[in-house]
């Protein structure tokens, strides 16, 4: 990937070859591996259960397409013939799955598979433009093909993208896109490809504003590996900047009409902004943002917990795949090595790609996903929230490209060595290396399909737990069964799920308030529901409280010679007591008090 190249024209900017054996047999391939994938990730897409995050922003498509008043965050949106369409749903979040997912609504109806049908779709996409970009990369088309093997059968990519909207998976898809879009402007040098990319990166800023961490991360790979001869071609560099004038402001436009919804968001609520700087050094989950050496700890044992799968205890089992981070370390390594050791040969071109593109430096072509994925993990030890695994969603694909990328390298500059380690001699010819690491790859999908097959089974177990339990389908089918009343939410994680499960027939208020101690006018918000016997109140399970106003509300409601009566109470799979309903009766007539 070097600068000097940037403007060459290539007369083919699409893969060619396809006609060919060889190409058909690889579509093929490439086909076997997406409908594996769907299959993977299709079945019992009804589980787990509903989580929060994946309704909360597939709440305003439904509202959106029943027709009602639109839920919008901060009460910022654009108004078009009397209708609210949402511009954020978080202060960092957009409301691009929201739209996305009308479509899927209306097919489907008020479901999770709409919704996850569409995240697997999306995953989709995400496998084939890996495949693509890698194929760019690489020029080699078996190297594409390994990538999005590898990534079809890991858990990670797997179970995040069945709740897509749980981690914002859609930015992994557009993180991708725009490299692919990057990479094509230098390898065609049309400007199309330059405001695309563009467009794709104000897009996932959108999205999610944390994808600035891969466009820095993307940015900062190609400053590094391209560092030498930026400064002794800076006096070039600039002389280019200055002719291309014009691209550059259509770049820019591109990238602000990417992100426009951000912008206009902010100039009606500034919500990002007062989001990032008044959690800049301690974060809402109280994150220390200054403490860069743990943070950074932390983030690394999270991106290993990302390669092996360890972290779906939410599917009702903890299951470790050590060969996946193993298998990473392996390839980094052995690049390393033998990038100190072995001059790099020339590519060669025997699978099809166009030989008019520019010719990539393989030894830039192999650091730049590695050094992606390092810049990455250190740009998130900052965040406004936590540092939860799942920001790592923005990476699903990288790993894989690398190791598939890494291979690809290993084998193209491998030459035949000797090792003696006492009077044992091993002779490692290119054969036998060249088995070696097919037998590595059988045993790394082997294992990542195992861990899948087996989270399949825990999750067929468990139905989920805690917040992803399915118990939250049993209880929206008993409110949506209930005599018209008030519901009134009396914990997080509980109005959205119970909303769009009932298509919109039964919207639980929200009375806790998202501060971690009870806001003064609780009583007052409380008092008007309190004196309508009627209303029904949903609570999280004595230990999966997270806003806890138990306390607060016995306050209110016992002066009043009332009590707690619970109506219904609902269980994981386990049997374990998860979620509750309770309604005020006067006191000493309640038939089922809580304890």
Partial sequence: MTSQQVGQQASQPNLPGLATTQGKLHLLFLIFILISYAILSLYQIGLPGLHYDEAFEAV???????????????????????????????????????????PFIAIFGATPAALRVMSVLIGVVTLWLTYLLTCYLTRNRRAGLAAALILAVDPTFVFWNRQGIFVTAITATIGVAATLCWLRRWQTGKTGWAVAGAFLFGLGLYAKFLFLWLIAALIGAIFVLNLSWLIKSRAAVCKLMANQKADIAFVGVAFLLGCWPLLAYNAQT?????????????????????????????????????????????????????????????????????????RTPAISNRSGMPTSLPQPNPQ???????????????????????????????????????????????????????????????????SRFITITWIGLGLLL????????????????????????????????????????????????LAAPVTYLTNGQVSPTEIFGYAWQPN???????????????????????????????QEFKTIYRPLNLEEDIEAAFYERSGRPILGVTRLVEKDTASNPPK
Avoid: C
């Fill in 364 to 430: 830039k072509v192999v650091l730049f996903p590695f050094l992606v994925i390092g810049l990455v993990i250190l740009f998130s030890i900052g965040t406004v929230s936590a540092l939860w695994v799942t920001h790592f969603a923005v990476l699903m694909p990288w790993p894989s490209m690398a190791i598939a990328i890494g291979g690809w390298y290993l084998h193209l500059v491998f030459q035949p060595f000797t090792i003696q380690v006492g009077r044992l001699t091993f002779h490692i010819s290119r």
């Fill in 270 to 342: 500034a919500g990002t902004f007062l989001s990032v700087t008044e959690n800049a050094a301690t974060s809402y989950y109280g994150v220390n943002n200054l403490a860069l050496g743990s943070n950074l700890i932390e983030r690394l044992g999270q991106f290993v917990i990302v390669l092996n799968g360890s972290h779906f205890w939410y599917l009702g089992k903890i299951i470790t795949n050590p060969l996946s981070p193993l298998t990473f370390g392996l390839v980094l390594l052995g690049v390393v090595v033998f990038m100190a050791i072995r």
């Fill in 520 to 550: 003064p006018d609780l009583t007052a918000r409380l008092g008007s529901f309190i004196a309508k016997p009627s209303t029904l109140y949903l609570w999280r399970s004595p230990d999966e409280i997270i806003f806890d106003r138990s």
């Fill in 60 to 102: 305003p498509a439904l509202q959106l397409l029943l027709g009602q008043p639109v839920t919008a965050f901060r009460d910022s949106g654009i108004t078009v013939g009397g209708q609210m369409f949402p511009l954020m749903t978080q202060d960092y979040i957009g409301a691009l799955n929201t739209y996305v997912a009308i």
């Fill in 446 to 493: 082997v294992f990542n399909l195992v861990s899948v097959i087996r989270y399949h089974r825990a999750l067929t177990e468990s139905g989920g737990l805690s917040s992803h339990s399915d118990a939250v389908y049993d209880l929206s089918d008993w409110l949506a069964g209930q005599p018209a009343s008030q519901v009134v939410a009396m914990d997080w994680g």
